[in-house]
């Protein structure tokens, strides 16, 4: 089997109901692409029926791999494990939740093109303003202060990046929130576009305000954490548990 062009990949937590409509308007999206894709949808310790709602998409469609962690281990695990299985020259990362809109995905490809990591800004954000517009612009300025990367939403999960900046990089937790400054380390070309961000329609959000203040702790560590991450000789951490992998070979 020829390895895809594109990879994509989503980390779902208790998202029961979104699969399907994800998977639908995901599909819908990319088969208009003159390109080859998968879809790596990371089930993280779902207790929902998420796990069975993915499978059943799994089975339906062939360009889909289903991971089953074996309980939850946390949004940075999440990419890690897509970051290990994908194999595309690129690699589109979003929310499973519906709040990131596919229809961003071809123009931010597009871009990708000339650039290493293209990172979406939810400019008209759908969220609280005081728990999380506004602790996010404040975590994205004192980001773009320590990391020398200027970006209005580190958060954004909608990103594309470049596979061979992405895969050889070694995580720690969290740091997903910081990944196009890490990844930059091994292509430096960062963009950054307007994205759609729309309401969440089901289920409930995972955010909460001690991320915000994780992000303030990890500030005075984050110049070593990331060059730890691109060091060769860093040992690569243990993020992660597969209980397993559903795909058609």
């Excluded at 990890?218 to 991450?229: G, K």
């Amino acid at each position: 089997m020829l390895d895809p062009d594109v990879s994509i990949v989503i980390p779902l937590r208790d998202e029961e109901q979104n699969v399907v409509p994800l998977h639908d308007e995901l599909t819908s999206v990319l088969d208009q692409l003159e390109t080859t894709y998968e879809i790596i949808l990371i089930d993280d310790g779902s207790t929902d029926g998420t796990f069975e709602q993915l499978a059943r998409v799994q089975a339906q469609d062939a360009k889909v791999k289903v991971v089953r962690f074996t309980r939850n281990f946390g949004q940075t695990a999440a990419f890690a494990a897509g970051f290990a299985e994908a194999r595309g020259d690129y690699i589109v990362t979003l929310d499973g939740d519906l709040q990131n809109d596919p229809h961003d995905i071809p123009d931010m490809l597009a871009l990708a093109r000339r650039k290493d990591i293209v990172s979406g800004w939810r400019r008209e954000r759908q969220d609280s303003f005081l728990t999380r517009y506004l602790p996010s612009a404040i975590a994205n300025w004192l980001l773009g202060i320590a990391t020398g990367v200027r970006l209005h939403d580190n958060g954004c999960s909608l990103k594309v990046y470049r596979a061979k900046v992405v895969k050889p990089l070694k995580l720690r937790p969290g740091m997903h929130r910081y990944l196009p400054a890490i990844a930059s380390q091994l292509g430096g070309r960062v963009a950054e576009v307007e994205v759609n961000h729309r309401p969440r329609q089901h289920g409930q959000s995972k955010y909460n305000l001690s991320r915000t203040f994780r992000v303030a702790a990890d500030l005075f560590q984050l110049r070593r954490l990331m060059r730890e991450a691109v060091d060769p000789a860093t040992p690569t951490p243990d993020l992660y548990d597969i209980a397993e992998i559903r795909e058609t070979r």
